[in-house]
């Protein structure tokens, strides 16, 4: 069965490091999200793309988050510098395309200290 | 703003009873809906979708639609301890295809 993968599964960080996460979506899907999960809420859109482009990002903090899809399939969300509220489960999913079916990831574990 | 709500719980349920989820959504042009299951400390797995009206049906789990009142349900017959878990309600609107997530029900089944 197909899964979106995603690494590293956990990461501890100092504040002001930089920090990156890779996501690999399940193949022929062209749209993949990136959440964020801080515990007992639920997941915050980051950033969403379609194949290479990205159709919302209006939640990325963009002085410190980047995101990108060059090749419109697999993607990295970095973070520099990383702050202790920066702690949270980073979550990618992909679905065929807009409006279908998430299938999320197993989710980064980020620890900022 | 665009608003998915779901009551925060915890819902306690005994073993074998019926679990009733709910979720209700602000935007009125809502198309699609969403129900994920998170185990603590796991990613969110996709248990049904509904688009229509009515009544959706998957083994032990019933999603029910009403775009009138706004309310999306999801139903578990036969409650076991293993649906012991966060249910999130996710909704997806064709204005501008994206997807909002409520903050999830935390369900307990007692044994």
């Known amino acids: 069965e197909a899964e979106v993968a995603q690494s590293p599964r956990y990461k501890i960080t100092e504040k002001s490091q930089a920090v990156a996460f890779w996501c690999d979506p399940i193949?022929?899907?062209?749209?993949l999200y990136w959440y964020r999960q801080i515990l007992g809420q639920g997941p915050e859109l980051l950033v969403q793309?379609?194949?290479?482009?990205?159709?919302?990002d209006s939640q990325l903090p963009k002085d410190r988050f980047s995101a990108e899809r060059l090749k419109g399939v697999d993607s990295t969300l970095k973070i520099q510098p990383a702050e202790l509220g920066d702690s949270a489960m980073y979550l990618c999913?992909?679905?065929?395309?807009?409006?279908?079916?998430?299938?999320f990831g197993p989710g980064t574990r980020l620890t900022v200290t | 703003q665009k608003e998915v709500e779901q009551n925060s719980g915890p819902l306690s349920v005994p073993e074998g009873a019926i679990a009733s989820l709910n979720c209700t959504y602000s935007?009125?042009?809502?198309?699609?809906f969403f129900w994920y299951r998170q185990y603590s400390g796991k990613s969110p797995e996709l248990i049904m979708s509904?688009?229509?009206?009515g009544d959706k049906e998957d083994g032990r789990f019933t999603a029910q639609l009403n775009k009138a009142s706004q309310y999306v349900s999801l139903l578990i017959r036969d409650s076991q301890p293993s649906d012991s878990a966060t249910y999130l309600c996710?909704?997806?609107?064709?204005?501008?295809?994206?997807?909002?997530f409520g903050k999830g029900t935390r369900l307990h089944i007692l044994p």
């Open positions: 999913a992909s679905s065929l395309d807009r409006d279908y079916e998430q299938y």
């Open positions: 193949s022929g899907h062209a749209t």
């Open positions: 793309f379609q194949d290479e482009s990205v159709v919302d």
């Open positions: 935007d009125r042009v809502s198309q699609s």
């Open positions: 509904i688009y229509s009206n």
């Open positions: 996710a909704v997806s609107s064709n204005r501008d295809d994206k997807i909002i």
